[in-house]
């Protein structure tokens, strides 16, 4: 199994700031024959289910702000939050959906410093 | 747009069987699969298995082999996870989530179900 491992486990920001997480997965998760990086991010905010930020590694989805950026490639990704918001307190995971068992990381928790 | 719409909480003892719906609306059941992620208390995370409604094919994560079975009706739309033999250490948050090729990722997810194992 693809074990995918984030840094940091917590982590506080002041309003405004930067903040960033990040993701190494144990294999790479490029396909090379599309060039692309099956890695996704993911927000979950207490009691609701998680919510998909970013998709093949760098790719916004639909509604998404664009404060939030994925980059990286390979093995080593980073989601980027550009200006912390109040509701951007959350924890979020990295998923690999390369292969099969897909596997999240353990979760960072973002709170406000 | 779409959503999915589960089924709502279990309460089971050891040994017993949870079978979960998910049902969708807003789009062609066929065009996404359908995969189930669960969450034990306070903790991440665990990708169990998808289904491919097109066709009912399915794969499971290796460690609920034997004991997990995903099924789909396709006339009215919705995706089922049965899983049986519980332990108490899969009580859990249990969710839908879809997808479009069974190699993507997930879009939309369902609200979540509740399961407690308890004697």
């Known amino acids: 199994d693809i074990v995918m491992t984030q840094s940091p486990d917590s982590l506080a920001v002041s309003l405004g700031e930067r903040a960033t997480i990040n993701c190494k997965s144990s294999?790479?998760?490029?396909?090379?024959?599309?060039?692309?990086?099956?890695l996704g991010w993911y927000q979950q905010k207490p009691g609701q289910p998680p919510k998909l930020l970013i998709y093949?590694?760098?790719t916004r989805q639909s509604g998404v702000p664009d404060r939030f950026s994925g980059s990286g490639s390979g093995t080593d990704f980073t989601l980027t939050i550009s200006s912390l918001q109040a509701e951007d307190v959350a924890v979020y995971y990295c998923?690999?959906?390369?292969?099969?068992?897909?596997?999240f990381g353990q979760g960072t928790k973002l709170e406000i410093k | 747009q779409g959503q999915l719409v589960q089924s709502g909480a279990e309460v089971k003892k050891p040994g017993a069987s949870v079978k979960v719906s998910c049902k969708t609306s807003?789009?062609?059941?066929?065009?996404?699969?359908i995969n189930w992620v669960r969450q034990a208390p306070g903790q991440g995370l665990e990708w169990m298995g998808w289904?491919?409604?097109?066709?009912?094919?399915?794969t499971y994560a290796q460690t609920f082999e034997g004991r997990v079975t995903m099924t789909r009706d396709t006339s009215i739309s919705t995706a089922y996870m049965e899983l049986s033999r519980l332990r108490p250490d899969d009580t859990a948050v249990y969710y839908c989530?879809?997808?479009?090729?069974?190699?993507?990722?997930?879009?939309?997810w369902g609200q979540g179900t509740m399961v407690t194992v308890s004697a």
């Open positions: 989530a879809r997808d479009i090729n069974g190699d993507d990722a997930f879009d939309m």
């Open positions: 807003g789009y062609t059941v066929t065009d996404y699969y």
């Open positions: 289904i491919n409604p097109n066709g009912g094919g399915t």
């Open positions: 294999q790479s998760v490029l396909y090379s024959s599309n060039n692309k990086n099956y």
């Open positions: 093949w590694a760098s």
């Open positions: 998923q690999q959906y390369y292969t099969t068992p897909y596997t």
